[in-house]
């Protein structure tokens, strides 16, 4: 039912390509998503500190992908100006995922996937900028109403569960989960150029080999700082974990955003992967009961986050349905 909910989107978001080729990129993005949506499971079973846990999901990505790459013959030359873009969404990518792990280890699944949601919040504000366009008053309207909700989630969750129910640093997860949202804005955006220039596996493969280069450098730091309590090698069912999350969440899934990323504009993938923290949200309370770690505060904040989104879905059907009804006005069948 959700596939066909998705691939319906071309009516709300018209592009000037065939149906087909539409309804396969939704297709693609859904799948993504739902891939995505185990990142938070797995990333909460994993026994490894977030910048550990990234080092090496990144490490495992890249060499996948550049097994595959020679296989198949698909290495391309990146020219000088996209090569500065990769690096810098390297970069975010890096600090993005260990924001987001820092998040569920801090408080829990649910809360660091719901802070998520506001990746297209951010979006909307950041796309104007990055690109040079007109700022829509609405949307940054809408963009106060989910933050609304984050407030709600960090200012009562504590009080509603005497101290979240075991979650450490509770307000630690929220500021992170947020700050994982902000970047995750940022390099959907500046994804979208590259995505339509060259093959998906090619730029994933290089922005996660920028990214642990970069996480690389900072080891010496980060683990100096830990001292000899910190733990560098997965243990037990870890191995298992990292691979599925690499591969499949990671190979597989940004694979599959890349290409949809071709046809379908950065604000309409935002929007599809507020999908991951539904699926995330309800894989969190029936694996690890994190419902029972949750209350009011908690509910009342993702109602915000949600609603903010449906409205800014709604102004997009008027928008359009008006541009429509214009353009048959204009240029009546004859």
Known sequence: MLFYTFAGIHFIFPQKKPTIIM??????????????????????????????????????????????LTNRGDWIKIIRKDLVRIIGIGVMYAIHWVAFYASIKYSNA??????????????????????????????IFLSFIAIAGVYCIYALQPHATNGSAGMVHFEWG???????AIISAIFTVLNKPLAEKYQPRTIVFY?????????????????????ETLQLLPQGWDYLWIFLLSYCCTVWGQSLAMSALKHLSAFTITLS???????????????????????????????????????QILIIVFRNKAAKDLRKNKFPIQ
Request: aromatic content about 14%.
């Open 273 to 311: 992967v507020n999908l991951e923290p539904v699926y995330g949200i309800i894989l969190a309370f029936l694996i690890y009961k994190e419902n029972n770690q949750l209350g009011y505060g908690f509910y009342i904040g993702m109602g915000f986050i949600f609603m903010s989104l449906m409205l």
């Open 174 to 180: 929220v500021i992170l989960g947020v700050i994982a």
């Open 23 to 68: 309804k396969r990129a939704y297709a693609q993005i859904h799948l993504a998503v739902l891939l995505w949506g185990f990142t938070g499971i797995l990333g909460k079973a994993i026994s490894l500190s977030a910048p550990v846990l990234v080092w090496y999901r990144m490490l495992i990505t890249a060499g996948i992908l550049a097994i595959i």
């Open 110 to 139: 649910s809360i660091a996937m719901v802070c998520l949601a506001t990746a297209s919040v951010f979006t909307a504000l950041l796309d104007p900028l990055l690109n040079k366009g007109k700022f829509n008053y609405i949307e």
């Open 207 to 227: 922005e996660m080999t920028i990214g642990l280069i970069f996480l690389s450098v900072l080891a010496p730091f980060y683990i100096y700082n830990q001292g």
